[in-house]
C-alpha cells in the first residue's frame, strides 16, 4: 500500500477555546484601521506607531510573530486613492519595521505588501493595509506540513512589550 501524502490525511485538529471569545463576540461595526486609532489605548489597540498620515499595529493574527500591519488614517480601498505623502510614509515605515524586527527579533527575511480586494485575498478590502511579515529560515517547518499546526513561539503583548520602545523611537 502506497503512504498517504501530508494533504490526504485528515486534518488534526489543534483545540484553541480562547478563539471561541473572538467567534461568539459581537463584532466591531465599522472599519477597524479607522476606529482603533481613535482611541486611546495603543497597547490594548496593538497599535505600535502613529505617523503623520499613517499607523503601525500588530495582526491579532499573525502569521509569524512579530507579524505588522501598516495602515493609512485615510479610508481607501487602493493606493490609488492615497496621497504621495501616504504612500511615501508606509514605504518608510516599512523599511523602518523591517529594520526593528531585524535587530529586535533576528528576522532573515520579509514578505512585504498588501491584498487588494477580496479576490485578491484581502480580508478587511475597504481599507488598504501592508502586511510587513518576519521570516526566518525553517519558519515554515514539518508542523503546518505534516499536522497543519502553526506554532506561535510568543505571545502578542510580549512581542508588542518588545518592539514599542524601537517604535518610540522613530
Known sequence: MKPKTPHQLPLTRLWA???MDYILSEKENGCIFCNKPKKDNDRNM???HRGKNVFVMMNLYPYN?????IAPYTHADN???????DRGEIMELANASMEIIKKSMNAEGFN??????????AGIEEHIHFH???RWQGDTNFMPIISHIKVQVEGLLETYDN???HFDNL
Do not use: D, M
Not at 510573530?65 to 500591519?69: E, Q
Open 17 to 19: 477555546p480562547w478563539r
Open 46 to 48: 496593538l497599535i505600535l
Open 65 to 69: 510573530n512579530g507579524h505588522l500591519l
Open 79 to 85: 493606493s490609488n486613492e492615497l496621497t504621495i505623502q
Open 112 to 121: 512585504f505588501g498588501a491584498n487588494v480586494g477580496k479576490s485578491g485575498g
Open 132 to 134: 510587513v511579515v518576519p
Open 163 to 165: 518592539l514599542k520602545p
